[in-house]
């Protein structure tokens, strides 16, 4: 079973995160974890949690997710995991320094369940 940590300071947007990927939970193909401060998120990976697959936001009071993206890309047990943005920043600079970081996608906000669901499988390679 894939790990999948979302990251997002809106319970809203955590919530529509979990229901597009309900069919993923319900197959057993996946498990979630979500986190509204990606503070806790990244206290939990540094003490050695490993994830298959991390989702942020990029704009959250606490953190932004490209610092938080930059610091998991240091640790040796996450640093090759992909890591999506799930964002409604999408200027050029912003989006260069997600890539630049390492990010293996950007999802622009608003954002269908389709849409969010097909990222999922993509980069986890499930069916």
């Known amino acids: 079973m894939k790990k999948v940590i979302f990251v997002d ?3 809203t947007v955590l ?3 979990k229901m597009s ?3 993923l939970i319900a197959s057993k193909q996946i498990e979630i974890q979500t986190f509204e401060n990606p503070l806790e998120a990244l206290k939990l990976v540094e003490g050695g949690y490993t994830y298959d697959l991390l989702i942020t936001d990029i704009n959250m009071p606490q953190m932004s997710g490209l ?3 930059k610091r998991l890309k240091s640790l040796n047990n ?3 995991k ?3 943005a799930l964002t409604t920043e999408k200027s050029p600079e912003i989006i260069n320094r997600g890539k630049e970081i390492g990010l293996a996608g950007w999802i622009v906000k608003p954002f269908t369940e389709q849409k969010l669901l ?3 499988k993509r980069v986890l390679k499930l069916r």
């Open 78 to 80: 996450v640093k090759l």
């Open 118 to 120: 097909m990222g999922v």
């Open 67 to 69: 610092e938080m993206a």
């Open 9 to 11: 300071d809106s319970k």
């Open 15 to 17: 919530m529509v995160a």
């Open 82 to 84: 992909p890591i999506l």
């Open 21 to 23: 990927v309900k069919e």
